[in-house]
Nanobody, 130 residues
Framework: QVQLVESGGGSVQAGGSLRLSCAAS???????????MGWFRQAPGKEREGVAA???????NLTDSVKGRFTISKDNTKNTLYLQMNSLVPEDTAKYYC?????????????????????WGQGTQVTVSS
């Protein structure tokens, strides 16, 4: 059973930075159990939306609203996924979730569809004040 645990959320002022971490256990990330991991977020009253995803070969994909500000990365030796968030704006306020294992080995196309992803963390809150 794959387990994902997020950390690193908090409250910051607009223009600030945060780095989220997602510690994965129950599998070896660089092995053949999970190929794709991603970050999603959900603001109150809104649907969950994809933020960033990373393939097993390190290829990344980010949603347009965070391009140039957020970076997704991973450390296979630590089985940890990261989301570096810079130049934060109040619209980034949401609960951020780590996810793994969409229906296909590739992340391609799955950032827009959170429901089919098989594994989720409990989420970490990010609040950006103006």
């Amino acid at each position: 059973q794959v387990q994902l645990v997020e950390s690193g959320g908090g409250s910051v002022q607009a223009g600030g930075s945060l780095r989220l971490s997602c510690a994965a256990s129950g599998y070896t990330y660089s092995g053949d159990r999970v190929y794709c991991m991603g970050w999603f977020r959900q603001a109150p009253g809104k649907e969950r939306e994809g933020v960033a995803a990373i393939e097993i070969d390190g290829t990344t994909n980010l949603t347009d609203s965070v391009k140039g500000r957020f970076t997704i990365s991973k450390d296979n030796t630590k089985n940890t996924l990261y989301l570096q968030m810079n130049s934060l704006v109040p619209e980034d306020t949401a609960k951020y979730y780590c996810a793994a294992d969409p229906p296909t080995p590739s992340c391609t196309g799955w950032l827009q569809y959170p429901r089919p992803w098989n594994y989720w963390g409990q989420g970490t809150q990010v609040t950006v004040s103006s």
